[in-house]
T-cell receptor
Framework: DADVTQTPRNRITKTGKRIMLECSQTKGHDRMYWYRQDPGLGLRLIYY???????NKGEISDGYSVSRQAQAKFSLSLESAIPNQTALYFC???????????FGSGTRLTVV | TQLLEQSPQFLSIQEGENLTVYCNSS?????LQWYRQEPGEGPVLLVTVVTGGEVKKLKRLTFQFGDARKDSSLHITAAQPGDTGLYLCAGSGEGGSNYKLTFGKGTLLTVNP
C-alpha cells in the first residue's frame, strides 16, 4: 500500500456541488498538508495540520475547508465548487522537522 | 512571502548530455528539498540539503546548497530518458516556518533517446 493514499483519483463535478477529497497516511506522522497544483503556478498550500487539534490556513484557503478525523486522516472539502477550483490536488505528510514530504498520487478535479 | 525562482522553466536535451537546473531566492532557507514529479503522480523527494555549501550525490544527480543557503543547483550527468519529469525545488524557511514548504514552479525536463 502507498504511504499516502488519496481518493478519488479523478472527479468531475458540477458548479455549486459540495465535494470531499480524502487522504490517509501510514507514515505515522503528525503533520499533514493539502496543496493544489495549477499549470504555471506551481504547488500552493491550502491548509496544513500539525495534529488532530491544530489546523491552519495556508495561502489559498478561501472556498475550502478541512477536517482532521485522526492522525492518519485529513480530508479537504469544497463547499460550493466553482470552475476555477479545477486543479490537481495533493495531500502530503511530513515528520516534525519537515525535511522531506511524502505526497499522495493526487486527485484531478474538474468543475464544470 | 519567500519566493523560489527556478531556471530554466523548460529543458529538452538528448540522451547522454549533461544539464544543470537552478533554484534561487533572495531569502535564506533552513533546508532546501528537490522533488521529481512524473505525469499523473505526486512529487517524490530526491534529496534534502540543510547545510550551506553542502553537496549530495544520488547516482548521476548532484545537488548543491549555496553557502548563504539562498540557492541550490541540481546537476545531472549523462541524462537518460528515465530522467524526464518535472523537477521542483522547495524551501523551508527560517524563524519557525520549517513546517511549510515554499515551492518553485519547476523545471520540465525532457530527455530524448
Amino acid at each position: 500500500d502507498a504511504d499516502v493514499t488519496q481518493t478519488p483519483r479523478n472527479r468531475i463535478t458540477k458548479t455549486g456541488k459540495r465535494i470531499m477529497l480524502e487522504c490517509s497516511q501510514t507514515k505515522g506522522h503528525d503533520r499533514m498538508y493539502w496543496y493544489r497544483q495549477d499549470p504555471g503556478l506551481g504547488l500552493r498550500l491550502i491548509y496544513y495540520s500539525f495534529d488532530v487539534k491544530d489546523i491552519n490556513k495556508g495561502e489559498i484557503s478561501d472556498g475550502y475547508s478541512v477536517s482532521r478525523q485522526a492522525q492518519a486522516k485529513f480530508s479537504l472539502s469544497l463547499e460550493s465548487a466553482i470552475p476555477n477550483q479545477t486543479a490537481l490536488y495533493f495531500c502530503a505528510t511530513s515528520d516534525f522537522y519537515g525535511y522531506g514530504y511524502t505526497f499522495g498520487s493526487g486527485t484531478r478535479l474538474t468543475v464544470v | 512571502t519567500q519566493l523560489l525562482e527556478q531556471s530554466p522553466q523548460f529543458l529538452s536535451i538528448q540522451e547522454g548530455e549533461n544539464l544543470t537546473v537552478y533554484c534561487n531566492s533572495s531569502s535564506v532557507f533552513s533546508s532546501l528539498q528537490w522533488y521529481r514529479q512524473e505525469p499523473g503522480e505526486g512529487p517524490v523527494l530526491l534529496v534534502t540539503v540543510v547545510t550551506g555549501g553542502e553537496v549530495k550525490k544520488l547516482k548521476r544527480l548532484t545537488f548543491q546548497f549555496g553557502d548563504a543557503r539562498k540557492d541550490s543547483s541540481l546537476h545531472i550527468t549523462a541524462a537518460q530518458p528515465g530522467d524526464t519529469g518535472l523537477y521542483l525545488c522547495a524551501g523551508s524557511g527560517e524563524g519557525g516556518s520549517n513546517y511549510k514548504l515554499t515551492f518553485g514552479k519547476g523545471t520540465l525536463l525532457t530527455v530524448n533517446p
